[in-house]
T-cell receptor, first 114, second 119 residues
């Protein structure tokens, strides 16, 4: 079935380090792709999205590019901050999902230390 | 800014008991969802609800589960007879319609979750 594979965590980085969190999805149909973030004690928030091949989603310094050829949607940030510490979820939405539900990865916990 | 709220934040119950998890979606939203996340595992889709009926449900959403929108604002998930394996974080989400209509890339707004512990 439809699925998504996300880099296992936890990931610990120093402030201003470069971040990559890998995400690959199964190539069923033409999904829309999302990254959600969950800050401690809060709900899931949309971080960015991309809806077609080569689209780049960006927000708060984070970027991810929809790569159809590699079925990937890796999350990157050039210089992380302590406030970026959170759990990050990759979540495709497959076209067969009639009510547009999301398929989530396991989540990657990021800790940024000063 | 409008937000989805969920109560309680933590529910502890005995196996076999009924629980009701409550959600208040954003007021003009049309689609409502429940997801769950067992500790250390993926966030999994349970059910979607539109126009006062279930739109889709996953294999997890068996006869022990039910949803309703009793009063036009609350959206509830009921587990009739809880099992140990129902222990998880339960997230509610809602989606509204944009100027381009309702489509696959509309943002889902999530609540903070209810942690259910079944003893």
């Amino acid at each position: 079935g439809d699925s998504v594979t996300q880099m296992e965590g936890p990931v610990t980085l120093s402030e201003e380090a470069f971040l990559t969190i890998n995400c690959t999805y199964t190539a069923t149909g033409y999904p829309s792709l999302f990254w959600y973030v969950q800050y401690p004690g809060e709900g899931l928030q949309l971080l960015l999205k991309a809806t077609k091949a080569d689209d780049k989603g960006s927000n708060k310094g984070f970027e991810a590019t929809y790569r159809k050829e590699t079925t990937s949607f890796h999350l990157e940030k050039g210089s992380v901050q302590v406030s970026d510490s959170a759990v990050y979820f990759c979540a495709p939405r497959y076209s067969g999902a009639g009510s547009y539900q999301l398929t989530f990865g396991k989540g990657t916990k990021l800790s940024v230390i000063p | 800014e409008p937000e989805v709220t969920q109560t309680p934040s933590h529910q502890v119950t005995q196996m076999g008991q009924e629980v009701i998890l409550r959600c208040v979606p954003i007021s003009n939203h049309l689609y409502f969802y429940w997801y769950r996340q067992i500790l250390g595992q993926k966030v999994e889709f349970l059910v979607s609800f539109y126009n006062n009926e279930i739109s889709e449900k996953s294999e997890i959403f068996d006869d022990q589960f039910s949803v309703e929108r009793p009063d036009g604002s609350n959206f509830t998930l009921k587990i009739r007879s809880t099992k140990l394996e129902d222990s998880a974080m339960y997230f509610c989400a809602s989606v509204g319609r944009t100027t381009s209509g309702f489509n696959s890339y509309n943002e889902q707004f999530f609540g903070p979750g209810t942690r259910l512990t079944v003893l």
